[in-house]
């Protein structure tokens, strides 16, 4: 499966199924909207719980963050530009518990993150999520009425 998603923040964002194609998925404030039709109209598919406070989800972020474990840092290029990669396994209890291997590409020269790769299994499932990521600070995305 591959999408593109699109994030301009965690309460505004959109992914984009591209293969298989699907319809699209926009999330704006604490509501989530599909459209068919490229984007022309969007149709509401349901409320989201409101984010935790900002103080919340520090409290859970540290909690998990105790649970770091066999991490690695080293150097890597890709496509002749110099990376820092970091990497390690995380315990995460939101929603539901999940063991994980979190790994980054961050790029030496500026600090941006190029590349995200997440391992995770769950009680009933596993993934392998790979992100190339790409600023976009022109980025805008569609505000349904």
Not at 31 to 44: C, L, R
Not at 92 to 101: D, P, S, V, Y
Request: hydrophobic share 35%; with cysteine.
């Amino acid at each position: 499966m591959t999408n593109e998603f699109y994030y301009l923040s965690q309460s505004h964002n959109m992914s984009v199924p591209v293969s298989p194609p699907q319809p699209r998925v926009l999330t704006h404030g604490t509501v989530m909207y599909q459209s068919s039709d490229e984007g022309k109209t969007w149709v509401k598919v349901r409320d989201l719980e409101a984010p935790a406070s900002a103080e919340e989800a520090a409290a859970l972020k540290l909690k998990d963050a105790e649970t770091l474990r066999n991490a690695l840092c080293d150097h890597d290029e890709i496509d002749g530009v110099a990376y820092e990669r970091i990497a390690g396994d995380i315990t995460l209890t939101q929603g539901m518990t999940t063991e994980n291997r979190y790994t980054y590409w961050v790029r030496k020269d500026n600090g941006f993150i190029a590349r995200a790769v997440y391992d995770t299994k769950a009680p009933n499932f596993e993934m392998k999520i790979t992100q190339d990521i790409e600023p976009a600070p022109d980025l805008e995305l569609p505000v349904p009425e």
